[in-house]
């Protein structure tokens, strides 16, 4: 018997609770008794409440035409583009600045706000064993160091090695070429203008080098988009670890405000717009692949990628903390990249007569 009823035969809540020893079924009459308490409690949380002063007078609360243009620089703030396109009359309102100021571009702003001009002519092609040697002994004696690998392919399960960069401090990044080659042109020659400098160490050598350092525990691995170098990489049989990933570092702080990908947040975090693959690689029909790009433009553009990913990630990194978000980041997102790159390698098991079946269920 819903309590509705009870109470229509009572009278009233209070009645009923007063002489809820009278109801002869057991489990009502306990229930009744038991939960006086919180009965009451609930008859209170949904009564409207009819004597609360209002913050101005009743006549200044009627509809009112809005303020378009703070409406819409609000609306713009808050990443509503469509609504705020709508209100300042299909134009495309900007916000005003918060209180960080801009950056101007090619300008990165450190930690203690000091602007430093990124140089890539300052990058380092690396080509003999000696000079490797000593930028791996500088990455062990950093603890962190930020990398990238450069491939000729977009997939990572496929895709052939063309060189690996690192960066050990913000403005201190090589290239490590093991792959380029150059592009035989239509008439069966070389299609590079002028002899080019393709003096590389070998790729052997260079895994092997590189194999100990990557997979030290003692030493942080920094990527953006870390799941496609883990993946090129294991294929080569280094298991990166550990390591950190700044697009995912960006995804748990600021999920839907924005895109993730390096050059967005090198430009929104760093004032720096890092150079593009068709700047260097070119577009369309014309566009070749990396493993035919020079040393010179190739060492620019790939240590720039871990250059850039070191100082985003000195920047981001401590906010995770600060804001409350870095156990969501730990437990969530950072152990993700080796096991998608391991599903992307070697494939999941299926079973195609089940897939069958629910195949034949959804038609």
Request: proline content about 6%.
């Amino acid at each position: 018997l819903p309590i509705s009823l009870l109470i229509n035969e009572y009278g009233d809540l209070d009645t009923l609770l007063a002489r809820a020893g009278e109801i002869k079924q057991n489990k009502r009459r306990e229930t009744l008794i038991e939960f006086a308490d919180q009965i009451r409690l609930s008859r209170e949380l949904v009564k409207l409440t009819c004597d609360v002063p209002l913050p101005a007078p009743i006549d200044e609360l009627e509809i009112q035409e809005f303020d378009a243009p703070k409406l819409a620089e609000f609306l713009a703030k808050m990443e509503f583009g469509t609504l705020a396109r709508r209100v300042a009359g299909g134009e495309r309102p900007e916000a005003k600045p918060t209180s960080m100021p801009p950056r101007p571009i090619n300008a990165i702003v450190t930690g203690d706000d000091e602007v430093q001009t990124v140089d890539t002519g300052a990058y380092v092609c690396v080509k003999d064993e000696a000079t490797l040697d000593a930028w791996i002994a500088r990455a062990y004696a950093a603890g962190v160091v930020a990398f990238d690998t450069e491939t000729d392919a977009l997939s990572s399960s496929s895709a052939n090695l063309c060189g690996i960069s690192l960066a050990v401090a913000p403005g201190e990044a090589v290239y490590i070429p093991v792959g380029h080659e150059e592009e035989a042109s239509h008439d069966g020659g070389l299609a590079f203008e002028v002899a080019a400098d393709l003096g590389q160490l070998t790729h052997d050598l260079v895994i092997a080098k590189l194999k100990p350092l990557l997979e030290d525990p003692t030493v942080l691995k920094v990527a953006q988009n870390a799941k496609y170098d883990i993946a090129v990489l294991s294929r080569h049989g280094i298991d990166v670890a550990p390591i950190d990933d700044t697009m995912l570092i960006s995804y748990v702080l600021e999920t839907g405000l924005h895109g993730h990908g390096m050059d967005e947040l090198s430009k929104l975090w760093l004032g720096h717009e890092p150079i593009s693959f068709k700047t260097v690689a070119g577009t369309g029909k014309a566009q070749k692949s990396f493993k035919h790009i020079p040393l010179e433009p190739a060492t620019c553009y790939a240590a720039e990628d871990a250059d850039v990913t070191l100082r985003l990630w000195k920047k981001l990194k401590p906010r995770l903390a600060r804001e409350g978000m870095l156990t969501v980041y730990e437990t969530l997102e950072r152990g993700l990249p080796p096991v998608l790159a391991a599903m992307e390698n070697h494939g999941v098991r299926i079973d195609p007569e089940a897939l069958r079946l629910l195949s034949n269920d959804f038609g």
